[in-house]
């Protein structure tokens, strides 16, 4: 079992829908949780730190449930500009930092 | 404020050769952590340096090390290169080596190695 696992998709999603991702761990001592996105062929950029009680930024959504270990994010009124990868990020004692393999979102017009 | 840079780019070596890449963290980050991703698959922790020490390491071989300057700049080698080592490897810096201290990246040196 991978120890932290996301829907790979692809999610193909029309412009202004809302669409959610799911991420599970394994590790139940895991310490802290984000969600970084990654365009092609450029480096993770941090979307959001994920809290236990739960986080917005705009149209983004984080919420974590420590005792399922999963994480999700949602995003509202997708834009052209959200396509990416999602990956889900979490990091463990000793910073040992363990990454899903990614969900990859494409909006389209 | 300038972000974590990466040098070289690219790199282009052969089986059995070394590869030396390099890493200059954000300026007050004393944090340096070094990823591998390979063609298809997710982001693999390497190691994590801190004030000069290495504190982690992820399940990679002994030929992959590194180390960390004075001046909290990066080296990672690669040695005795194999065709599995082509990937992007990244760095990412943290202001301190908290778990919960956000990672930035830069954007990495692709290497490819014939």
């Known amino acids: 079992r991978k120890e932290v696992e996301q829907d790979p998709g692809p999610f193909n999603v029309p412009e202004g829908a809302t669409v959610a991702f799911n991420c599970t761990y394994s590790?139940?001592?895991?310490?802290?949780f984000f969600w970084y996105r990654q365009d092609c062929r450029k480096e993770p950029k941090l979307l959001m730190s994920?809290?236990?009680s739960g986080n917005e930024d705009g149209r983004f959504t984080a919420q974590l449930n420590r005792a399922s270990q999963y994480i999700s994010l949602l995003i509202r009124d997708s834009k052209l500009s959200d396509s990416a990868t999602y990956l889900c990020?979490?990091?463990?004692?000793?910073?040992?930092?363990?990454f899903g393999a990614g969900t990859r979102l494409t909006v389209k017009p | 404020e300038a972000g974590v840079t990466q040098s070289p780019t690219h790199l282009i070596k052969t089986r059995g050769q070394q590869a030396t890449l390099r890493c200059s963290p954000i300026?007050?980050?004393?944090?340096v952590y070094w990823y591998q991703q390979a063609l298809g698959l997710g982001l693999q922790f390497l190691l994590w340096?801190?004030?000069?020490?290495?504190?982690n390491r992820g399940n990679f071989p002994p030929r992959f090390s590194g180390r960390q300057f004075p001046n909290y700049s990066s080296e990672l080698n690669v040695n005795a290169l194999e065709l599995e080592d082509s990937a992007l490897y990244l760095c990412?810096?943290?202001?301190?080596?908290?778990?919960?201290?956000?990672?930035?990246f830069g954007p990495g040196t692709r290497l490819l190695v014939l």
């Open positions: 990412a810096s943290s202001w301190g080596g908290s778990e919960q201290e956000t990672q930035y």
């Open positions: 590790n139940s001592a895991s310490q802290s």
């Open positions: 994920v809290y236990s």
């Open positions: 990020v979490v990091n463990s004692e000793n910073n040992d930092m363990r």
């Open positions: 300026s007050g980050h004393t944090s």
């Open positions: 340096y801190d004030e000069g020490e290495e504190r």
